[in-house]
């Protein structure tokens, strides 16, 4: 059974950094780009970034440029995100996928406040 | 960016209706390789987005066949054929053809 399981989201103050993990199995994860979705309260989704299956190329979007840093780990199977100079807009449930969206996590909040 | 215009915003469907929803887009995603990276996925509440499409027409594994997708360029559309209550949440379209990745803004399916 495939399963990605979040971890790390918690209450932060702007400005601060906080890392999110996301352990993938039940699949061969070193053989999926893999991805970061968010979506703040209420809303929609919102794609945040995507990652090779080597790590070597990396896709993010404009508001998380330079802010953010998605990697990965294939030897342990897991996906990261780290988040620095966190602001209020980026509260919301962060979903770990796979690149094309076939499979996602139960998500972890993510909390932007002071 | 490539915007996705989802239409309706809500859908209100009794219990064996056939329902459809339109996902246009701003430009064509078609690739270059020749597919058409077009989703479509279905967000119960509480949950998780689940996919229910992929390449726009492909049946997700374990996927009712009462759903189907079709389209092709800029236009795209997912049908139930038979709603069942299961069925009621929020559906999204999502392109990956482009850089970066869009999502439709959702339709909220309710049942009768």
């Known amino acids: 059974e495939v399963q990605l399981v979040e971890s790390g989201g918690v209450l932060v103050q702007p400005g601060r950094s906080m890392k999110l993990s996301c352990a993938a199995s039940?699949?061969?994860?070193?053989?999926?780009?893999m991805a970061w979705v968010r979506q703040a309260p209420t809303k929609g989704l919102e794609w945040v970034a995507t990652?090779?299956?080597?790590?070597?190329?990396?896709y993010y979007r404009d508001s998380v440029k330079g802010r953010f840093t998605i990697s990965r780990d294939n030897a342990k199977s897991t996906l990261y995100l780290q988040m620095d100079s966190l602001r209020s807009e980026d509260t919301a449930t962060y979903y770990c996928?796979?690149?094309?969206?076939?499979?996602w996590g139960q998500g972890v909040m993510v909390t932007v406040s002071s | 960016d490539v915007v996705l215009t989802q239409t309706p915003p809500t859908l209100l469907a009794t219990i064996g209706q056939s329902v459809s929803i339109s996902c246009r887009s701003s430009q064509s995603l078609l690739h270059s390789n020749g597919n058409t990276y077009l989703n479509w996925l279905l967000q119960r509440t509480g949950q998780s987005p689940q996919p229910l499409i992929y390449l726009v027409s492909k049946l997700e594994s374990g996927v009712p066949n009462r759903f189907s997708g079709s389209g092709s360029g800029t236009d795209f559309t997912l049908k139930i054929s038979g709603v069942e209550a299961e069925d009621l949440g929020v559906y999204y379209c999502?392109?990956?053809?482009?850089?970066?990745?869009?999502f439709g803004s959702g339709t909220k399916l309710e049942i009768k």
């Open positions: 996928t796979t690149g094309t969206a076939d499979y």
């Open positions: 039940g699949f061969t994860f070193s053989s999926f780009p």
């Open positions: 999502m392109q990956f053809t482009h850089y970066p990745l869009t």
């Open positions: 990652i090779s299956t080597s790590g070597g190329s990396t």
